[in-house]
């Protein structure tokens, strides 16, 4: 890992923003540059010349550039002042990196800035990997060795529960008058069955990252990095492995190899942890859902956040209402999953 060090000498970022100018896509407001403008010369990078500075896509919630000196490349994280009210803390996120690097999992972290909230870490050279690439079922094994990695990690700051969150989120969104899917709320009581259902074997916390899309994969062709840390916390490994699947929108016999080979293949709980990941999967659909909602309304980026939300809304109410629902209730209860 680098150590952290003196910040970019005098005229050096304005060096680097003249060529990332250059290099943005289209659209970008100048509040975005003036924000850059304020942080490239308080950036916690050792001091060297820079080569060149690119926009990264991607992202839903933060800018992210790729800055490139002669001592290195670095990913820089701007947080918007937006996203207080999706419940990130950004001193559990920026601990919770360097948990995921200590172990070899997450990139190093390099530093971080408090105002405008900053974080720089090294660039990881490799393959963002897309949904399409985890459906393709070549990268599942090495996906969850990274989740076996990552969770063996020394414990995080804070703990994650989709259905406090759930409920945060909802609250916002009734008291901001923010958009929520037609019968939203009729599903309370099966999501409360599915909450004690989970309740009575729970598995032990571990450190999870909990929003793992599949472009927070990246892998350098021997093995799978994960990025950004922004909702980590101790959690279930079940629900780790229930939300990749959701994401992804994998298929179930695909979800049975992921539990599969997180666990063992041979376990005779097998059954009994698919299901409960299942359950974390639709849970998190559901929980999601109002995230995209909040989003709708505090976002500064150009993306239809409504009709994100209500794929994974349609899904999440596909299997509320579907023919596997009370089985999977009974299986995760009737077997000691912890």
């Given amino acids: 890992m680098r150590r952290s060090g003196a910040a970019l000498p005098a005229g050096a970022a304005h060096t680097a923003l003249a060529g990332a100018a250059r290099t943005m896509s289209a659209g970008r407001s100048s509040a975005d540059l003036a924000r850059l403008y304020s942080v490239l010369d308080r950036l916690p990078i050792p001091p060297a010349k820079v080569l060149s500075m690119e926009r990264l896509t991607g ?79 070549d990268y599942l094994e090495r ?54 259902a989970l309740e009575v074997w729970p598995e032990k916390r571990v ?47 695909q979800l049975e190899s992921l539990v599969g080979n997180y666990y063992d293949h041979r376990s005779t709980r097998l059954r009994a942890m698919v299901a409960r990941a299942r359950l974390w999967g639709l849970m998190s659909k ?10 709708s309304s505090v976002a500064e980026i150009d993306f239809d956040f409504v009709t994100w939300g209500m794929e994974k809304y349609d899904r999440a109410v596909a299997e509320l209402e579907g023919p596997d629902f009370e089985g999977l209730l009974r299986d995760v209860t009737a077997v000691d999953g912890a």
């Fill in 59 to 137: 992202g839903l919630t933060n800018d992210n550039y790729k800055l490139t000196t002669e001592g290195g490349s670095y990913v820089v994280r701007i947080a918007p002042e937006s996203s207080g009210l999706l419940a990130i803390d950004r001193l559990n996120e920026y601990e919770s990196s360097i948990a995921a690097a200590e172990v070899g999992v997450g990139a190093p972290v390099v530093g971080r800035i408090e105002d405008p909230y900053v974080m720089v870490v090294e660039y990881i050279d490799g393959r963002t990997l897309s949904a399409a690439d985890l459906r393709e079922g």
């Fill in 286 to 295: 559901y929980g999601w859902t109002l995230w995209a909602s909040i989003q």
């Fill in 207 to 253: 450190p999870c990252n909990n929003d793992l899309l599949a472009e927070n994969f990246i892998d350098d062709g021997e093995k799978t990095w994960i990025i950004d840390y922004e909702y980590s916390g101790n959690n279930e490994p079940s629900f780790e492995l229930g939300n990749i699947w959701s994401e992804s929108d994998l298929t179930l016999d």
């Fill in 143 to 196: 996906v969850a060795a990274a989740c076996r990695v990552l969770h063996g990690a020394r414990r995080f700051r804070g703990d994650f529960n989709m259905f406090s969150l759930q409920q945060q989120y909802l609250d916002i969104v009734q008291e901001h008058g923010y958009w929520l899917p037609d019968r939203y709320l009729d599903f309370a009581d099966q999501i409360l069955r599915v909450r004690e």
